[in-house]
């Protein structure tokens, strides 16, 4: 049984940084490319970031990019997303996913197998 469990999560200024980690079990994450999503009151869920295969390929939400950066550890079988400069627009919770072995649009949630259950992140200004 995949499970997918998210934490990292919590309150923070304005400039703050925070680092979200997911934690996978029932998956080996050397062969998974790992997203992170996140869904912010009243509002769709939306792409942040997406790491592939190997790790050397990352890919970004234009509204993240340059302050979050998502990595992952294969030994440890846990993706990161590193978040800094955190803005009050950045509160949601944020899911990570697995992508799916075929897709057709990385920031599409359709294309993801498995999600986690997500962890809060507010961002006070």
């Known amino acids: 049984q995949v499970r997918l469990v998210e934490s990292g999560g919590g309150l923070a200024q304005a400039g703050d940084s925070l680092r979200l980690s997911c934690a996978a079990s029932g998956r080996t994450f050397s062969r998974d490319a790992v997203g992170w999503f996140r869904q912010a009151p009243g509002k769709e869920r939306q792409f942040v970031a997406l790491i592939g295969v190997s790790g050397d390929d990352t890919y970004y939400a234009d509204s993240v990019n340059d302050r979050f950066t998502i990595s992952k550890d294969n030994a440890k079988n846990t993706a990161y997303l590193q978040m800094n400069s955190l803005k009050p627009e950045d509160t949601a919770v944020y899911y990570c996913?697995?992508?799916?072995?075929?897709?057709?649009?990385?920031?599409?949630?359709?294309?993801?197998?498995?999600w986690g259950q997500g962890t809060q992140v507010t961002v006070s200004s």
């Open positions: 996913a697995v992508l799916g072995d075929v897709y057709y649009d990385h920031t599409d949630e359709g294309s993801y197998s498995f």
